[in-house]
């Protein structure tokens, strides 16, 4: 059973960064495309960014482009979210989630998600 696990969340000041991390259980990464989200309280979930395991393409929305960076290591069946010049709207719970085919934007829904890791930007 493929599971997801979000962590490097925390508090931080405006202007700094963190590096969420999502790591793959019982499944290789290779073939999946994986998704990032986040949901701030009261507002509904919303796509950020999303990378192709198989070559590391990545796509953002604009409003992190720039500021958000995917990577990912193959080795390690892990994805990490860069999140530099934080700001307090960026507050909220971070989600992965994957599926297949590994093509970037994903056109359908994602078939598996992550617990989510609180990320909480300081003014």
């Known amino acids: 059973q493929l599971q997801l696990v979000e962590s490097g969340g925390g508090l931080v000041q405006s202007g700094g960064s963190l590096r969420l991390s999502c790591v793959f259980h019982g499944h290789t990464m290779v073939n999946y495309a994986i998704g990032w989200f986040r949901q701030a309280p009261g507002k509904e979930k919303r796509r950020l960014a999303c990378?192709?395991?198989?070559?590391?393409?990545?796509t953002y929305v604009d409003s992190v482009k720039g500021r958000f960076t995917l990577s990912r290591d193959i080795a390690k069946n892990t994805v990490y979210l860069h999140m530099s010049s934080l700001k307090p709207e960026d507050t909220a719970v971070y989600y992965c989630?994957?599926?297949?085919?590994?093509?970037?934007?994903?056109?359908?829904?994602?078939?598996?998600w992550g617990q989510g890791t609180q990320v909480t930007v300081s003014s």
């Open positions: 989630a994957t599926g297949q085919p590994s093509i970037c934007p994903f056109p359908y829904e994602y078939d598996y």
């Open positions: 990378i192709a395991a198989d070559d590391g393409s990545a």
